[in-house]
């Protein structure tokens, strides 16, 4: 029996694949935001002070997050919205680069101390 007769019309098969690809870049993303943002306080300052819940929180919250974020969006935007793929995957993108930039200014918040942003 196919999906045709099953369900009286034609699924798209990209769905699950899309999905699963939806939560494979938020973690990356996650990863790469976190990399990025909390290098400073991870590092440690001038006199090695360092800043371990960024550890604790911020990368469980970013990797996790992330992808969770992807594929909510994913989700409502397919299944409860019924948009194209093509539409709900520009939606995803645009979901996930205004949470990487929500991410990176949190991140800078609190890595400010780590950082010299004074001149001479």
Known sequence: MTLRERYG??????RG??????????F???AAVWTAGA???????LEGERDLSLVYV????????M????????ALVTGVLRVREGTAALLMVVVLALAAWAGMEWLDVRTARF????GW
């Open 17 to 26: 694949w899309a999905g699963c690809l939806a939560v494979v870049g938020g």
């Open 115 to 118: 950082t010299s942003q004074e």
């Open 58 to 65: 911020e990368l469980p919250l970013l990797l996790f997050g």
């Open 9 to 14: 019309e034609e699924k798209p098969v990209t």
């Open 67 to 74: 992808p969770a974020l992807a594929l909510a969006v994913w």
């Open 28 to 30: 990356l993303l996650g």
């Open 39 to 45: 290098g400073p306080g991870v590092r440690g300052a």
